[in-house]
């Protein structure tokens, strides 16, 4: 069994910055991608905000590109998202996201997600 934790999330005001961080625990033989996805107000769907593979290659949200970056520490099995420049837009509950390979079927990568922190941006 694999466990996501996040941290991070809060209240600040247009312009500020936060930053969340993710640690993955539990039955890890190695992590593929890794990511951060939100649900925003009145939407069902999360949707993906950032992500990054285990090569360190990224992914962004076009409405987040030059605004948030995504890290990664294939080591501590930790993903982190710094957001600066932060909109009213960006409020939503924030899940962290990893595609883990588990003893003993380390051929397949299922995605494992964290229980989501709050994000609230004022205007």
């Known amino acids: 069994q694999v466990q996501l934790v996040e941290s991070g999330g809060g209240l600040v005001q247009a312009g500020g910055s936060l930053r969340l961080s993710c640690v993955a625990s539990?039955?890890?033989?190695?992590?593929?991608?890794m990511g951060w996805y939100r649900r925003v107000p009145g939407k069902q769907r999360r949707e993906l905000v950032a992500?990054?593979?285990?090569?360190?290659?990224?992914n962004y949200a076009d409405s987040v590109k030059g605004r948030f970056t995504i890290s990664r520490d294939n080591d501590k099995n930790t993903v982190n998202l710094q957001m600066n420049s932060l909109k009213p837009e960006d409020t939503a509950v924030y899940y962290c996201?990893?595609?883990?390979?588990?003893?003993?079927?380390?051929?397949?990568?299922?995605?494992?997600w964290g229980q989501g922190t709050q994000v609230t941006v004022s205007s």
């Open positions: 992500s990054i593979a285990n090569t360190g290659s990224t």
């Open positions: 996201n990893a595609a883990v390979r588990s003893r003993p079927l380390t051929g397949i990568a299922l995605p494992s």
């Open positions: 539990g039955n890890i033989f190695s992590i593929d991608d």
